[in-house]
């Protein structure tokens, strides 16, 4: 049975791009403060497989798209950086909206989405949220009542047992078989 959704939010880094060269090998913030490519990120970084196209259908559909990225940085800060990334790989006009939670608060986004799901009127059960953290984004949107996937990697943080109803996915384009 096909998921119907109304609203995705994604998060950025290890989700939507990642390190050219370590992909989800390692957390992918490394390129922010590596001296080699902190003052050329962009440069060293590439969408995940299919994202693109993927997110080109999705909109295409209909369905609201917002990056909701975890950062360490003030939240007008980071969304400059997530508005150059988004544009620098030709997805900014897809999206509705990019913000920001506080990167050592892995609730944060939380409190964004019951925000950006008023706003627009949604109802949690229209909403999705789509990250490779287990913490700050699958959970996050679990314990308000919103859906969401784990993207499957090696190095997110996880609870010493794994929930048996861990919903997950390899890659972002896998959403467009699971809701259309």
Known sequence: MKMKKKIIFLDGDGTLWYPRTTKRSQKPHWVYHDPETKDNYLEHLELTPHTKEA???????GIYLV?????????????????ERLEHFGLASLFYTYRSS????????????????????????DALMVGDS??????????IGVDAFFIE????????????????????????????
């Open 67 to 83: 990056v909701l990225s975890a950062n360490p940085y003030a939240e007008d800060v980071a969304i400059k950086e997530i508005k």
């Open 134 to 143: 287990y913490f700050y984004d699958y959970l996050a949107a679990k314990n």
């Open 153 to 180: 990697n090696n190095v997110s943080k996880m609870p010493s047992q794994t929930p048996h109803d861990l919903k997950s996915i390899k890659e972002v384009h896998e959403l467009v078989d699971i809701l259309i």
């Open 55 to 61: 997110l080109e259908y999705l909109s295409g559909k």
């Open 102 to 125: 506080e990167g050592s608060d892995p609730n944060g986004k939380s409190s964004i989405i019951l925000e950006v799901l008023n706003t627009l009127g949604l109802n949690k059960k």
